[in-house]
């Protein structure tokens, strides 16, 4: 009896071991929910192409080869040098994957936050839209190198908050809201180094519908 429970564990074991190696292949990078143009003049095509197709691309490379060299690792202590290549390819990946959705061309309400829960949320933690906007550039402009600028949901004080994290850093802390990438990458192309008018444009192309349904999401 004994024997036949434990073989009949065996292939859900194995699946189990398994999936970490199989999954590493599965990390593939997603499509635009809208052409490389679509956010022009706001963000240039150049810069979309570039950004999704090289950029992007290269870290959802380097996440699947960092789970396929962890899946094989001979020990803990090579499992543990891997961790900085996952956290660095695993972040890039998870990060441009939230920020192509929370974009928006304008022809497609692309910076239109209409009243509703996020609006009012966010009058209520900043007092308007505009010193939100403001505070918001403010704090992103200030990394130093790159990273990224977060609204993010903060659910034990219950408040929405701007965050900042360096390199490719996701945001764990909050629940992300909206983020904007702030690597050079996403703007020197078209802004050079002026990155107070990078974030200044980049309001116009914000998906406001795709922020409130992550609002929604995280103070179910
Ligand atoms: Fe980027």
Do not use: C
């Not at 209520?124 to 010193?131: K, P």
């Not at 020197?188 to 192309?205: C, G």
């Amino acid at each position: 009896m004994l024997s036949i429970a434990k073989s009949a564990l065996r292939p859900s074991l194995a699946r189990a071991f398994a999936a970490p190696a199989s999954s590493a292949s599965l990390h593939t990078l997603p499509d635009l929910p809208y052409a490389y143009n679509a956010l022009e003049p706001y963000i240039s095509e150049d810069i979309m192409k570039l950004h999704h197709t090289k950029h992007h691309q290269t870290y959802v490379n380097g996440l699947n080869a960092a789970e396929q060299s962890y899946a094989k690792a001979p020990s803990v202590r090579d499992q543990i040098a891997l961790q900085s290549a996952l956290k660095f390819n695993g972040g890039g990946h998870i990060n441009h994957t939230l920020f192509w959705k929370n974009l928006s061309p304008v022809n497609a309400d692309g910076g239109k936050l209409t009243d509703g829960p996020l609006k009012k949320a966010i009058e209520r933690d900043f007092g308007s839209v505009e010193t939100f906007k403001k505070s918001f550039n403010a704090a992103t402009a200030a990394i130093q190198g790159s990273g990224w600028g977060w609204l993010g949901y903060n659910s034990a004080s219950k408040t929405l908050e701007i965050v900042t994290t360096a390199n490719q850093d996701p945001l764990l802390s909050h629940t992300p809201i909206i983020g904007v990438d702030i690597w050079e990458h996403a703007f020197y192309l078209q802004y050079k180094n002026v990155k107070p008018d990078y974030l200044n444009a980049i309001w116009n192309v914000i998906n406001f519908k795709e922020a409130e349904q992550r609002l929604a999401e995280a103070t179910k």
